[in-house]
């Protein structure tokens, strides 16, 4: 629902809660309690999100083209300040 709502900063602190290592090590609960179109949703969601292929290009792409509201992720343009 963020990624739908163009709230890419909440999203990706929801992703990388998910993927801290005592939530990933929950093998069973992933497997039996989490439905198969959650996970590949997730991980769809997730793989564009840790893209670092031509300086995060996908992640920029869908930055420029959502509609406003938008609240975008700002370890993005942090990063960006830093290399400047």
């Given at each position: 629902r963020l990624n739908e709502l163009h709230s890419f900063n909440s999203l990706m602190a929801i992703?990388?809660?998910?993927?801290?290592?005592?939530?990933?090590?929950?093998?069973?609960?992933?497997?039996?309690?989490?439905?198969?179109?959650?996970?590949?949703?997730?991980?769809?969601?997730?793989?564009?999100?840790?893209?670092?292929?031509?300086?995060?290009?996908?992640?920029?792409?869908?930055?420029?083209?959502?509609?406003?509201?938008?609240?975008?992720?700002?370890?993005?343009?942090?990063?960006?300040?830093?290399?400047?």
């Amino acid at each position: 629902r963020l990624n739908e709502l163009h709230s890419f900063n909440s999203l990706m602190a929801i992703i990388v809660a998910l993927k801290s290592a005592p939530i990933h090590r929950l093998k069973k609960t992933w497997t039996q309690n989490v439905p198969k179109r959650d996970i590949v949703q997730f991980e769809r969601i997730s793989d564009l999100m840790f893209d670092t292929t031509d300086n995060k290009r996908r992640i920029r792409d869908m930055h420029m083209s959502c509609k406003l509201p938008c609240i975008p992720f700002l370890g993005l343009f942090l990063t960006d300040l830093i290399h400047i």
